[in-house]
């Protein structure tokens, strides 16, 4: 048996939860923020057999894409904001980050 933990953007969390709800999958979900831009994020717990891990896997990444978004830099620390003038970058947001891992006793009651 497999643990997969699941860090998606908010935007794909009902489209994902979605399908794996159709598929029998079940699922945990945590309200999480993310460390780099500090917007919502979902983190999913998911139990699964080993024969399932792929097909889950297949789930995950067909519905949770990543996309292009501008953002503006904050200013630099410690330095002379009166100078600086933010420029807004494009950046790669959503997708998926998967974290499998071995379950080496499960039970539910």
């Given at each position: 048996?497999?643990?997969v933990i699941a860090v998606i953007q908010d935007k794909d969390t009902h489209r994902l939860?979605?399908?794996?709800?159709?598929e029998g999958f079940r699922a945990t979900k945590l309200?999480?923020?993310?460390?780099?831009?500090?917007?919502?994020?979902?983190?999913?717990?998911i139990g699964?057999?080993?024969?399932q891990l792929e097909r889950l896997l297949r789930i995950i990444q067909s519905t949770c894409?990543?996309?292009?978004?501008?953002?503006t830099p904050?200013?630099?620390?410690?330095?002379?904001?009166?100078?600086y003038i933010p420029f807004p970058v494009e950046i790669t947001v959503g997708g998926a980050t998967i974290f499998v891992l071995d379950v080496e006793r499960f039970e539910q009651y």
């Amino acid at each position: 048996m497999k643990l997969v933990i699941a860090v998606i953007q908010d935007k794909d969390t009902h489209r994902l939860l979605t399908a794996l709800t159709q598929e029998g999958f079940r699922a945990t979900k945590l309200s999480s923020t993310g460390g780099f831009l500090r917007e919502g994020n979902t983190t999913l717990l998911i139990g699964v057999q080993d024969l399932q891990l792929e097909r889950l896997l297949r789930i995950i990444q067909s519905t949770c894409r990543s996309r292009e978004q501008l953002v503006t830099p904050l200013s630099p620390m410690g330095g002379p904001a009166d100078s600086y003038i933010p420029f807004p970058v494009e950046i790669t947001v959503g997708g998926a980050t998967i974290f499998v891992l071995d379950v080496e006793r499960f039970e539910q009651y």
